[in-house]
């Protein structure tokens, strides 16, 4: 391998005629010429940055060879979807090359029988949808942000509301071809629920934020779409309350679509973004701390009847102060701004906001523990998130950084510490790599490495996400 | 590290007493004294193997340390959980170590809040269902044999009937502890059912079969238990009819528990193994060649019905020539009859058992390929399989070994050409590695073994077995 140095005597012009050849001159754009938009993706910490390259492959091939070119001049290379990501994983890095996913947009296949499609990693998951709802199907990962490309959501291994039930990203994605520093295209798995024929290649490239190869194909599950849905919001004093109906809730045998919480800040914040009138009446208002929110979903009306019956009467002897049910409209508003509270954080100064993620009966003492440390800093923490899945989003109000920083990493700590994790859907992006690499399992650290150095020997692929290190190889 | 030969002038009787003085001189047994139990799984090719040592650690530590001697010596090491797996995986290499996993078998946590239990990996299925349906919780993975360990299943990712629901062993996995031969531990996951926190090692042991670390503890996922079942059979002209009816089951949203075939050779002899009655008359019996068998399951029974009358006139619109509704005791002797399958495949001189997965829909078309190879050999396929998941168990009747080698080689190449892979569940073991080394995606071969590199740069974890090359490091 060409061992040439960015630095070095080769010019910057050589590097960028060799881009041009893969993806066309039209096709690659440079320094000053590259929009702002490119410079970042929507995590609230950390400032843009304009890389020096942007290409915008139009094949796997070209996404190989671009790499190719890259690792032969050390050119750091960032992949980008839509840029909607929350941890700074697309964020370039200067002298980098963005590799833009955005002609790469094709759904390729809506496979009925095999309930599956095949896209293309630019495809954003509204126009998944989009392509599969007429043939009663559905892809069921719903981030809040439908803008989100596929390709961005394999990165992250995105999560969202509905993953209480059906899983998160990398348990709806089947099989994959990627593109690797070496030039090569690998595919793994395929239109298979189960394999047992080598190492889970599919999974181990799903979530590595595109630090190990780059998707250029991706092979989904889907589901039949429901025919009825309903959904209940439940008033409780406060979030200890809502945490302890959550396990009362799964073990009913009624599996819910969704199962979230929100603060009464969050739920207050929300309505008032979106206009959105529950009908809670004020004594209500003001005695309730916190909020569960559950929808169902059901092949027939009768059956879904019977689950909110069943949980209403659970969610009353919990001691609930209110029960709601909210029909089509209502729901569908609640379940949309909950969906934007990311939007609703960002507009009332949040400096930053967490998908910590606990095993679920630990959400309590999760609480109560972050809680404290914030309050001993005179930092405000308000929010929501997927109770089920013990994935608690946290609006962190605390504006000096080092201060949040240190914060931040206290709050980590309180998580691992509870046998948590610091990210369940967001990843870790280079807002919380620093984070990850000091706290997490050293022996399971240096066997990501190894792995990192197996599929990216030149490091090329978003260094310094994940592992740590330098932002330029 | 030593690089001591085991062939050079280091006596074994050195290494011997180095693994007694890591477990104890009681828990290792050398050469005859090795029970002949430990000479093989349950795969029906190839021969038992004597290895040299046999030891039974009680802790991960002990499990690690003999890992550090084993490396040192350059000792090949077979995990081994109950011995039922079918392709060879825990069948020892001569000169090796087994390490016996039959003193750390106890469930160390049913934790009820999370619907995780935290088990040791001698731990059987049987005894994990045990401890969890007390709770009114199961684990939802059932392979034919409940006497599978579930370290076991972790190194083979076992699947089973109820996969087509709640998926493989991989998906009801959350978290590892694992000894690699560093004589390090390392943890994995959690019980948490989503991380987006660096890669997921969890799922790249899944599955690895004792080739990158060995199991020490496994947090896995638990459900409520249904409280309401039932069982549709229907019979098909043939094979095809079966496999078009798949799709339009699953497209309906009634989400089956088990979703089998079975060819009318296949149930004829598990009905009559078993000594089951099906009230099949014999009209029937003439004219039908495959059946569908249905497991739903329900919390409710009324929904449960609406379930089976949808279902019912789903398959009589689909040519069904009768269909039956199994209740409770000849349904259940039924699952079980299955589920005995292998066995009614052995007693019948079955020469292989295959596990082939392809997409589902590709079904119709492996079935005639596979025939056509094997009538062309003289050979006979027979069969039944999850249907649902493309996941289809032949019983191969072809005794001359060379003869049956070609032809599996060709029916593997057949199921890869159409999208699928060599094992959905049984994993490759020491008989089937060679046909995927063969037919295998070269780019992601070279990937695999580089991360066998990482995690076991001496070669000592089950050589040969997965990866192919020498049984002996």
Redesign the interface.
Known sequence: MTTTSRTGTTPDQHVLERFAAVVGSAHVVTEDRIGPDYHHDEALAGAPVAPRYLARPATAEETAELLVVAAAARVPVTARGSGTGLSGACRPVEDGLVISFERMATVLEV??????AVVQPGVTLAELDAAVAPY?LMYTVFPGELSASVGGTVG????GMR??RY??T??NVLGLQAA?PSG?????G????????????T??I???EGT?ALATEITVRLY????HSATLMAAFADLTAVMRAV?AV?????APTILEYLDTRTLEALTRAQDLELGIGTGIRAAAQAYLVIGLDD??R??LD?GIDLLGELLDALGALDIYVLEGYSARLLIEAREKAFWSAKASGADEVL?V?????AMPEFFDGATALAHAVDAQLIGCG?AG???VHLAVYCREETTRDALLHRIFALATGL??????????GRIKTAH?TAL??P???A??R??K???DPAGILNPGV??GGKAVP
Chains 1, 2 share one sequence.
């Open positions: 496979d009925v029988d095999n309930q599956v009663g992250t291994n995105a999560g993953a209480v899983g998160v990398r348990h690797l090569e295209l690998v595919r793994t395929g239109k298979l629920t189960k394999v047992s024929t080598g190492y889970d290649l999974q181990l799903m979530g590595s190990l039949p779409r429901p025919a396990p799964l073990r009913t045998g009624v092949r027939e009768a059956s019977t998908d993620v606990v095993p679920r009966a997927h899945d013990g994935n046998g948590g994790a610091i990210s369940g859907e967001h990843g870790l990850f997490a399992d022996v399971a650290l066997l990501m190894g792995i150095q197996v599929f994940i592992l």
